[in-house]
């Protein structure tokens, strides 16, 4: 009898509002320890929190690019528990009445992961070790965050990973987080259990916390998923607590057990007034998004006429999909264009950053004036590749590459004159060719190539070619 | 027939005609709190030096002869729990000492912007827990009228400050009665705003839904003029509404016709000699033209019970942040965070803090969040809307500002829970946000003063200080005839 995976993620998700949830201090990355912050952030005495529209606003904004309702009426809670990094010893969130609730994300496969809720919340602050003593940095206290919490849905660690990836896209291609997991813009907790296939009911559960890379998701899953069904194999049972993953040793081991598990003594934060959203906005909001991952994909598979492969790869960076659609605008066969990304294009765009960021020399405007030249016939595939390159290299466009000449083109009575020349010029190829070595063809082309400076339209020519040598030694 | 008793029209009488500075004036108070506060108490940080440099300024606008804004110049006090930029602020607190805030409280904001000479900052029971003042790590303010007495709290400091003729005003924070009891002890106006009226924002939480700053002073006029300075909208605090209109231009209207309401249940268990002053007080009314309705209120019963249970839960979470980590009181001898925290909190909190640290969090544990918090919350709402009901058949309600006078030193540590139950008459404005004051109408047989207490609906905090300025003028000064601070300086 084989073990099933029963796994739901709480994603957290830091919005890329300019200021905090509750002061204006900036939400930027890094600077100096505690240079981001204020009385408020900071939760000196007599301190109140101003909760940011535009956190409202993107949280609603996430919320619909996941298929959730939004609640129109909703309020903040304090969420109560002591720890250095959280300088009021409450953390203001939501709790009994979440912003956004019942939505999904639907997986390649067409299952859909449904997503329980999204809730607002601050984030604390962190630790900094050194020197043998403990500090506080503040700088990301009270930076906003969406909590994201899934149904236990997930099966397989593909189904967990693809589902983080979907989560992601969508959130920038909404603009509400920059997802950055190695700045830990984006995290998971993970909650797990294991039960005999075909079983209804959930095993007992435990709890991986707080981890910022697919990698660790994946290796942390694994091990938990595991050391669950040997204990289980070996008749014990398996304890409900939150763990950690330690990469080092590749484990998870315990941090706390259920029997002290926090009581956080939610309640409603009296210093903050209740949020309500006017269906106008809503609607507002919901014409305001763009198009979202999925819907793009299916575009450019179905009005592109891309294959699968090549528009998830085309649609997995947001920045990467919108310089492909401007580079294929007016072209007929967007193919061409899909080529061209892929090959020449990617390669130089060797890092996920660097697809993140788009980082390619020249702008959209040159690649797509390239691939109409080619379309037009104007210059050759292969020239226009080596063409490409050259723009690569420079950042300059086309043009700068093309001659007036290359671009003029060989008619097809000068092109004839000149294959017949290169039959003369290779009898002994012609011949090997009628043998039935179709490779022999090469030399003649070659030729044909040389001659032309690589201008001739190569699918023409090597049709002429068979058509002269056919005529002239059958 | 109308006659003032407003320190402030005087005292800017006297800068207008030169009879005395601004300067003089402050030296003056500032060479009778050397005096008085040692007796007194009143103050736990003088702020002599700020003071006479915003006097300077005062002077000098004076002598280019340019008109003063309504309390410019004016020399007064702050209770300890408002937060004022480079000036310690310690809530009473052994946890706070040492603790200097680096922004403003808006109210101190507002004030500071009109020049109003801040003398220092007054006593108060720790956290603004207590009703004695005697909670403070400071020790407790007396009370000028009888110093074997307390001044009241929590925000006795600012009571005695101004009884004892050492401030023209005090700002005093009320979150169950905290404003209106020392008030009423010392034979003072004191007024709870209508909840949001005046900015929170800098006020040291105690209570955040019931917290409401508010102004301790010597008449009707004066805590009107106060009230209108700083019942200013304030972005920073998202409960702030600001004031529907200034209160101090309606204060001659007459009330006859105005319907006056009395809750019986407001007079259960309440010194007879103080009901007398109110059944008195009531007369006046009557003789007014106000039509008095009694009426029966049976919620009134559940408010100490919510009160306290709300006010220690909310307590319980806006102490969590006193952990000796950033500011404040940090205990010496520990072997990691937890024992640090614990024995920061352990060492540097009273007992008073620590019982309702202690209550709060109690009412909100799994558990007993419904049995306690949610019922408590539930009876709020059943004790607002009996509030709107009233309001709906009478414009003020009258009421015992306090059952007893001013209790005698060390009263409250000997019986806690009976000292609780003092606040039963102050708390329900609190639970319903509405705006309240108390006046004195009398004295008991030791001298000491009786404060009788008006209520009215949220946002009618002109009504009630109309109505309390004409009582006070059909007085004439009767009411503070034994109060130092009747006297002008
Ligand atoms: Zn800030």
Request: aromatic content about 8%; overall charge negative.
């Amino acid at each position: 009898m084989s073990w099933e995976m029963v796994a739901g993620l709480e994603t957290h998700v830091e919005l890329s509002t300019k200021t905090k949830i509750f002061c204006q201090c900036t939400t930027e990355f890094g600077g100096e320890p505690n240079t981001h912050c204020c009385p408020v952030c900071i939760g000196l005495p007599g301190t109140l929190p101003k909760l940011n529209k535009a956190v409202v606003e993107y949280a609603v904004k996430a919320g619909l690019a996941t298929n959730c309702k939004i609640r129109k009426i909703s309020k903040m809670d304090r969420k109560n528990y002591v720890y250095p990094d959280l300088p009021k010893a409450y953390q203001i969130s939501q709790y009994d009445k979440p912003l956004c609730e019942q939505g999904f994300i639907t997986l390649s496969s067409g299952k859909n992961i449904n997503i329980t809720r999204i809730h607002i919340e601050e984030d604390a602050g962190k630790l900094v070790h050194e020197r043998g003593d403990v500090y506080v940095d503040y700088n990301r206290g009270g930076v906003p965050l969406i909590e994201i919490v899934s149904e236990p849905d997930i099966r397989s660690i593909e189904e967990a990973i693809e589902y983080i990836e979907k989560l992601r896209l969508t959130m920038k291609y909404i603009g509400v987080s920059d997802v950055k997991m190695q700045e830990g813009s984006l995290r998971c907790d993970v909650n797990i259990s294991v039960r005999k296939k075909g079983d209804e009911k959930f095993g007992t559960r435990t709890e991986i916390k707080n981890m910022n890379s697919l990698n660790f998701i994946s290796k942390a899953m694994e091990y938990e998923f595991n050391r669950q069904i040997d204990i289980l194999e070996s008749g014990g049972e398996i304890e409900q607590e939150t763990r950690r993953y330690n990469s080092d040793l590749n484990i998870t081991e315990s941090m706390r057990g259920k029997e002290d598990a926090d009581d956080y003594r939610y309640f409603r934060d009296p210093d903050l007034v209740t949020i309500s959203i006017l269906d106008e906005e809503i609607q507002k909001y919901k014409e305001s998004l763009p198009e979202l991952p999925g819907e793009k994909l299916a575009r450019f598979i179905d009005e592109m006429g891309l294959s699968q492969d090549d528009a998830e790869l085309l649609t997995k960076y947001k920045k990467v999909a919108e310089y492909f659609e401007k580079a294929s605008d007016n072209v007929e066969n967007k193919k061409i264009t899909a080529n061209y990304m892929l090959g020449s294009i990617f390669r130089r765009l060797s890092t996920d950053t660097e697809k993140e960021e788009c980082n390619i020399p020249i702008p959209p405007e040159f690649l797509n004036e390239l691939v109409i030249l080619t379309e037009k016939k104007k210059i050759n595939s292969s020239m226009a590749r080596n063409v490409l390159e050259q723009m690569l290299d420079t950042g300059k466009p086309a043009k700068s590459f093309i001659t007036e000449k290359d671009m003029e083109g060989i008619d097809e009575d000068a092109l004839r004159s000149i294959c017949e020349k290169a039959i003369e010029s290779n009898e002994k190829a012609a011949i090997q060719y009628l043998d039935g070595k179709e490779k022999a063809i090469g030399a003649i082309m070659g030729y044909i190539m040389r001659e032309t400076k690589g201008r001739a339209d190569a699918v023409l020519a090597k049709e002429l070619v068979k058509q002269i040598i056919n005529d002239k030694y059958k | 027939m109308e006659r003032t008793f407003s320190k402030i029209k005087h005292i800017k009488k006297l800068f207008e005609t030169k009879q005395v500075s601004c300067t003089e004036l402050t030296s003056e108070y500032l060479d009778r709190i050397e005096e008085e506060n040692k007796v007194l108490n009143a103050y736990i940080r003088i702020t002599g030096e700020e003071a006479l440099q915003t006097a300077k300024k005062v002077d000098e606008k004076i002598a280019r002869g340019e008109s003063l804004m309504p309390l410019e110049g004016i020399p007064m006090s702050l209770k300890d729990n408002i937060s004022t930029n480079g000036i310690e602020t310690t809530c009473g607190s052994n946890i706070l000492k040492g603790y200097v805030p680096i922004y403003d409280a808006t109210v101190w904001n507002i004030l500071k912007n009109q020049n109003a000479v801040l003398l220092g900052k007054t006593n108060m029971d720790e956290f603004a827990m207590g009703s004695s003042c005697e909670t403070s790590c400071f020790g407790g303010a007396l009370n000028p009228h009888d110093t074997r007495h307390v001044a009241g709290g929590s925000s006795g400091g600012a009571a005695s400050s101004v009884a004892g003729n050492i401030a023209v005003y005090g700002l005093g924070s009320d979150t169950g009665g905290s404003v209106r009891q020392p008030a009423s002890f010392c034979g003072l106006v004191g007024l709870k705003p209508t909840y949001g009226t005046v900015s929170r924002y800098g006020l040291i939480a105690y209570a955040s839904s019931l917290d409401q700053i508010g102004p301790i002073a010597s008449c009707v006029e004066d805590a009107a003029c106060i009230y209108d300075s700083i019942s200013v909208y304030d972005s920073n605090d998202a409960t702030s509404r600001g004031s529907r209109s200034k209160t101090s231009d309606k204060l001659d209207r007459s009330i006859k016709g105005m319907k006056i309401g009395v809750a019986k249940e407001f007079f259960d268990g309440i010194r007879e000699d103080i009901k007398k002053s109110i059944e008195k007080a009531i007369k006046v009314y009557e003789d007014l033209g106000a039509e008095i309705v009694y009426f029966n209120m049976p919620q009134i019963k559940n408010v100490l019970p919510v009160y306290y249970i709300i006010a220690c839960a909310e307590a319980s979470s806006n102490l969590g942040r006193y952990d000796g980590i950033r500011y404040g009181y940090k205990s010496e001898l520990y072997s990691d965070v937890n024992d640090m925290i614990c024995k920061t909190r352990s060492e540097g909190f009273g007992k008073e803090v620590q019982r309702r640290i202690m209550l709060g969090t109690y009412v909100l544990s799994a558990g007993y969040y419904d049995a306690y918090y949610k019922k408590a919350q539930k009876l709020r709402g059943s004790i607002i809307r009996a509030f709107k009901s009233a309001f709906e058949s009478c414009d003020v309600l009258l009421a015992p500002t306090v059952p007893t006078t001013a209790f005698e030193l060390n009263f409250t540590s000997k019986d806690p829970i009976e000292t609780y139950l003092t606040d039963i008459c102050t708390v329900s404005a609190n639970i319903a946000g509405l705006p309240a004051l108390s006046i004195p109408c009398g004295f008991d047989d030791k001298g000491l003063p009786i404060g009788m207490q008006l209520i009215a609906d949220s946002f009618e905090d002109a009504k009630i200080l109309n109505a309390a300025y004409q009582y006070e003028q059909q007085m004439n000064g009767e009411i503070y005839k034994h109060c130092n601070g009747g006297e002008i300086i």
